[in-house]
T-cell receptor, first 114, second 114 residues
Framework: ETGVTQSPTHLIKTRGQQVTLRCSSQ?????VSWYQQALGQGPQFIFQ???????GRGNFPPRFSGLQFPNYSSELNVNALELDDSALYLC?????????????FGSGTQLSVL | QKEVEQNSGPLSVPEGAIASLNCTYS??????FFWYRQYSGKSPELIMS????GDKEDGRFTAQLNKASQYVSLLIRDSQPSDSATYLC??????????????FGRGTSLIVHP
């Protein structure tokens, strides 16, 4: 069974640039969720994709966008980077089974915006 | 606004003691509850899930749920230095648009000293 993989592991960008983060879901999982975790905080939900459709979105501006591909891998795109976007970005896959579905996280991408 | 509250700590306990981690949530309709462990610089890892009132035990870990008080806790018996990590409480509120999106607390830092 293949786990959740994310790339890159670390990234340094400057304010105003654009970034794309990638995630491959765990084998058999068709749902991918993205979270932002600032230092000392819990993960904050960005959005979720289920079978290539956005299936829920948190309180993030439109410059945060995403995609899910037919193989259930996913991308998170952030435009016009701001200093406050510096955080650990986590991808989690799951197999929707109602309220008890569990998240399996990738190792994350640490984004630094200078 | 759905909220999950945790004391950020740090909670410091001696090796061999019982560590007690607490979490409260605001949405009375929440249906499932999870504890994740996150080592510094790493991604969260699911360690316990609980869905019904009462206790659920798994090895040295016991999760406790009281829906009337909107309270969930995690007990770690015989604490080891390797248990030193941040423990995140996550709560699944009622579904939004058919999907369950867990809300995370900010986490409690646990330090187990020899």
């Amino acid at each position: 069974e293949t786990g959740v993989t994310q790339s890159p592991t670390h990234l340094i960008k400057t304010r105003g640039q654009q970034v794309t983060l990638r995630c491959s879901s765990q084998s058999g999982h068709n749902t991918v969720s993205w979270y932002q975790q600032a230092l000392g905080q819990g993960p904050q939900f960005i959005f979720q994709y289920y079978r290539e459709e956005e299936n829920g979105r948190g309180n993030f501006p439109p410059r945060f966008s995403g995609l899910q591909f037919p193989n259930y891998s996913s991308e998170l795109n952030v435009n016009a980077l701001e200093l406050d976007d510096s955080a650990l970005y986590l991808c989690a896959s799951s197999d929707p089974g109602g309220p008890n579905e569990k998240l399996f996280f990738g190792s994350g991408t640490q984004l630094s915006v200078l | 606004q759905k909220e999950v509250e945790q004391n950020s700590g740090p909670l410091s306990v001696p090796e061999g003691a019982i560590a007690s981690l607490n979490c409260t949530y605001s949405d009375r309709g929440s249906q499932s509850f999870f504890w994740y462990r996150q080592y510094s610089g790493k991604s969260p890892e699911l360690i316990m899930s609980i869905y019904s009132n009462g206790d659920k035990e798994d090895g040295r870990f016991t999760a406790q749920l009281n829906k009337a008080s909107q309270y969930v806790s995690l007990l770690i018996r015989d604490s080891q230095p390797s248990d030193s990590a941040t423990y995140l409480c996550a709560v699944n509120p009622p579904p939004s648009g058919g999907s369950y999106i867990p809300t995370f607390g900010r986490g409690t830092s646990l330090i187990v000293h020899p």
